[in-house]
């Protein structure tokens, strides 16, 4: 994770850490398998309702869905996931290979004792949920949130899966490659998903309570980890990777007495130093045409001669220097009130505490100290060049539904972002494009109008562009079937509407060179 300028908080004392015993854990996936514990068996036995509310924090649905289920699946769930009490008697045939002495071995449980002192009744001391991608289904175990505890997070918390690290995953491009690097490893998540396309995978994180949970995971999963402890990029000097992913924490926090610092979200910097920093070093670690995706928050300020600082400034004067392609997407703008309010909830204080009062006001303080307007928030996807050239930028705001997974159309994008950097015009007019099979045009106009008013050329996937068009370019994406370069057929398209062909080449080709960046033309 990013350097800090503070040490971090003193732990909380907490259980032991989980042991991955290779027995035991052999056993164990045999146990959650049989038992149903996976994604599609969470989702049957609560139902898309329970299913929602957990989704949202809300376990009575769930709670309601699994109390009288004796399936594997819905006690495992109980157990694991909703953090309630389960009785030996009930959770015995459900861990048959392992049995409750190997959960208790293994750290995943503790005993409940009655009244009697007789232990009859376990409780988890972790979260463990079953997660996956299309192709791939693995568990991960992660210290509990909020709703299984019912009390706010410790300041060193191991975050499970959660948004921020589906929606890394999603952005993250997958192509085969030879080294990768987790940055801020956490409980593992970006790790898992990296070991699918990936020789050779780095993680690292500066807690050793994340590095135990990733070890676990790693083992439970049975891949195969290079974990190290680090303070950014300490204990891979000197190295270079082909795909660097972080979650890294990019969470704004007021640097105020007495606040707490959450190790998962808070580097311990002021305002969004910590992504800054992340952009600007990522490059000495980067091989030739390798990737790094992040995710990341920026300040807006207001500017010297008093107007809004543009979002695109400041990213952009993170990457001075950098020698890097850049493409980002602001996917979401709060301001102040708005990203106190998601945060100080976010670490389990309930709005009208004195806890959560607290934080709030310390937020507003400090943002109003220092001058900002608003916070924006989105993913960060960097691309060293393969050859000597000058970098590429994109700096673009999509803040509707996209593509899911967006890997694949990340990397489409850096390919075809490259391809245009180390092209000129006479390349693009010399290719036969053709159109994507997601695009579609619409057309609207006045009622009895001879000519649309407005020519939209809408893509289905991606980033779902919308790209206002005039009549000739309307006609030339009509055309792109992949038989006539784009000479051709803006020559052609010249000819019939009467116009000069050197004009009409000049005028369309930056537009042109749009689509073919965001996947509107293929060659």
């Known amino acids: 994770m990013p350097s800090t300028t503070q040490p971090p908080d003193p732990p909380t004392p907490g259980l032991a850490p989980l042991t991955a015993d290779a027995r035991l854990l052999a056993d164990l996936r045999a146990d959650l398998v049989e038992g149903g514990f996976t994604v599609d068996g969470i989702a049957e036995v609560l139902g898309p309702l329970a299913a929602r509310a957990l989704h949202r924090e809300q376990p009575l649905p769930a ?65 463990l949920r079953p997660y996956g991608d299309e192709e791939h289904q693995w568990w991960v175990a992660s210290d509990q949130s909020e709703l299984a505890t019912g009390e706010p997070l410790p300041a060193d918390h191991v975050l499970g899966i959660g948004g921020a690290s ?26 898992l998903h990296l070991t699918t396309h990936c020789a050779e995978v780095v993680a690292t994180d500066i807690s050793e309570r994340a590095l135990s949970f990733a070890r676990f995971n790693a083992a439970l999963n049975e891949v195969t980890l290079d974990l190290r402890p680090s303070d950014m990029f300490a204990a891979v000097a000197g190295e270079g990777f082909d795909l660097v992913v972080s979650n890294p924490p990019f969470v704004i926090t007021p640097r105020l007495p007495g606040e707490t610092r959450y190790e998962y979200r808070d580097a311990g910097l002021v305002g969004d130093a910590a992504v800054a920093g992340l952009v600007r070093a990522v490059s000495d670690h980067l091989a030739p045409d390798g990737m790094a995706q992040f995710l990341g928050n920026w300040e807006m300020s207001e500017a010297p001669d008093g107007r809004p600082e543009d979002w695109r400034e400041v990213v952009s004067s993170w990457l001075e220097g950098t020698g890097l392609d850049a493409w980002v997407v602001q996917r979401e703008v709060q301001d102040p009130a708005e990203y106190a309010e998601t945060w100080a909830r976010d670490a389990g204080h309930v709005p009208g505490s004195p806890a959560h009062g607290q934080m709030y006001a310390a937020w507003l303080a400090d943002f109003a100290a220092r001058g900002v307007r608003s916070i924006g928030f989105g993913i960060i ?45 006479e390349a693009v007019l010399s290719t036969a494009w053709r159109c994507a099979p997601d695009v579609t045009e619409e057309r609207h106009g006045r009622p009895g109008a001879p000519d649309p008013h407005v020519i939209l050329i809408r ?62 033309l293929v060659s």
């Open 459 to 520: 893509q289905g996937g991606g980033l779902r562009r919308v790209f206002r068009a005039d009549t000739v370019l309307a006609a030339f994406v009509g055309v792109c079937d992949g038989q006539l370069t784009a000479r051709q057929a803006l020559d052609a398209i010249a000819t019939l509407v009467d116009a000069d062909a050197s004009s009409v080449r000049s005028q369309s080709l930056p537009r042109i060179r749009e689509l073919i960046a965001d996947g509107l």
């Open 166 to 191: 589906t929606t890394l995953a999603s952005w993250t491009p997958r192509p085969p490659v030879g080294r990768a690097l987790d940055l801020g490893t956490g409980s593992g998540v970006q790790a």
């Open 63 to 127: 709670d309601l869905a699994t109390r009288e289920n004796s399936s594997a699946a819905a006690v495992l769930t109980r157990l694991f996931s909703l953090g309630v009490a389960v009785p030996s008697a009930r959770l015995a045939p459900v861990v048959a290979r392992t049995g409750i002495t190997g959960l208790l071995e293994l750290g995943l449980v503790r005993e409940l004792e009655s009244d009697t002192g007789a232990a009859d009744a376990v409780v988890a001391t972790c979260d």
């Open 381 to 425: 996807t960097l691309h060293r060049p393969a050859t000597d050239r000058a970098p590429w930028r994109d700096l673009v705001e999509v803040t509707g539904p996209v593509a899911a997974p967006m890997g694949p159309t990340v990397l489409d994008g850096i390919r075809a972002r490259t391809w245009l950097a180390e092209h000129g015009d």
